[in-house]
């Protein structure tokens, strides 16, 4: 089979997106599937509806006209600001975007009264992480001038925190974006129907028993895929983190010297730290390098080593253990290796499900 290649178990995201809309619905909060890392496939998509998802979200409008192109009916909703020279594009495709700026969400109302539709607007709120987001004491502003804009329906607010600088969702934070819808209801008289909590870094304090206020979307997209809460990168209980794997070839298997000789400078990512001394070691060359996935988010298997990469090769301690050439090597990514390599054209993406006979490929 191709490699190196993405190999994605249907089966397993459906379980793991299961369990999580189980556990949230207790909690009274829905979930929306997050399919940026998916690159909006359709397949992995479909897992998430069957599994529960009450709507799919993407930070790309290609994406969702990728599920659109493959007849998802499903919700969607872009959870990037629309970039101004989108918002034709997002008005015809995606049911929702989330918004922080008056200028795009008029561009937005715009398009939608062009084309006789309506367009829902989630407004982000910005709580500390210090992404995107309205200030707290600039959201009844623009909530007033958002109302006064036709073909826009204010479906509700929201927050995503610990993306940028880590700030963890917890009980202050959750009820203060409680407190402000409260306090927008009551201001405008109106019924915010989404109150947009964050994404997998919430689950810790969704699921902990705290009080969850008015707080009743998640979007998830790394806890579906990997099994993982992001805050530190835990498994999560009962759940695959083995679903996605990335498969690559060996390409030269050598007994080599751990340390380089000559003169050293850079190299052609920057300066490198100086190699240790272990003496003779198999060394062992996988045809997978920057180009294709972010070769420090790669967990090897047992007895390998990753001891450093460039553009095409990845360079391994293979513990004495001669790897002959043409031997896949499986690697269990993170979120950053596994986003590189769904983007790469050189990486084959494969979907697995019990259903089927024989794996298929997809996306490409
Ligand atoms: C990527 C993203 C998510 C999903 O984050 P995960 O950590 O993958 O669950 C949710 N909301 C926004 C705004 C995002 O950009």
């Not at 890392?37 to 897992?47: D, K």
């Not at 009450?54 to 969702?64: F, K, P, Q, T, V």
């Not at 987001?133 to 073909?151: Q, S, Y």
């Not at 300066?271 to 272990?278: C, G, H, K, L, S």
Request: aromatic share 2%; net charge negative.
């Amino acid at each position: 089979m191709t490699t190196p290649r993405l190999e994605i178990d249907l089966d397993k995201i459906q379980h793991n997106t299961r369990t999580l809309v189980e556990m949230l619905a207790s909690r009274g909060i829905s979930v929306t599937g997050v399919t940026k890392a998916a690159l909006g496939s359709p397949e992995m998509a479909g897992a998430l509806l069957r599994a529960g998802v009450s709507a799919l979200g993407d930070s790309r409008i290609e994406n969702i006209e990728t599920m659109r192109l493959a007849r998802l009916t499903a919700p969607m909703t872009l959870i990037r600001t629309p970039m101004l020279s989108q918002v034709n594009r997002v008005v015809e495709h995606a049911d929702v975007s989330f918004n922080t700026e008056l200028d795009v969400i008029s561009k937005l109302s715009s398009a939608a009264q062009k084309t006789r539709r309506m367009h829902g607007v989630v407004l982000m709120i910005e709580l500390g992480d210090l992404r995107e987001g309205i200030m707290p004491g600039d959201l009844e502003d623009t909530v007033r001038k958002t109302l006064r804009l036709p073909n826009i329906a204010l479906k509700g607010i929201g927050t995503n925190l610990a993306c940028r600088s880590g700030v963890s969702p917890d009980s202050k934070n959750m009820a203060d974006l409680s407190a402000l819808a409260d306090s927008i209801e009551a201001t405008f008289n109106l019924k915010l129907s989404v109150v947009s909590g964050g994404n997998s870094g919430n689950l810790q304090w969704a699921l902990s028993g705290a009080e969850t206020g008015r707080i009743n979307d998640l979007r998830l997209g790394e806890a579906l895929l990997l099994g993982r809460e992001p805050l530190h990168r835990q498994p999560i209980e009962g759940l695959y983190t083995d679903a996605i794997t990335l498969v690559a070839e060996v390409i030269e298997s050598k007994v080599k010297p751990s340390q380089p000789w000559g003169e050293i400078a850079e190299t052609a990512f920057g300066a490198t730290a100086p190699a240790a001394d272990r003496g003779r070691i198999s060394q062992t060359i996988i045809a997978i390098g920057r180009q294709d996935t972010d070769p420090d988010g790669l967990e090897p298997p047992p007895g390998i080593e990753i001891l450093g990469a460039s553009s095409d090769h990845l360079i391994v301690d293979s513990s004495n253990r001669r790897v002959p050439v043409g031997t896949e090597i499986t690697f269990q990514p993170n979120y950053s290796a596994l986003v590189r390599a769904m983007t790469s054209p050189f990486v084959a993406k494969v979907v697995k499900s019990r259903s089927d006979a024989a794996p298929v490929p997809a996306c490409q």
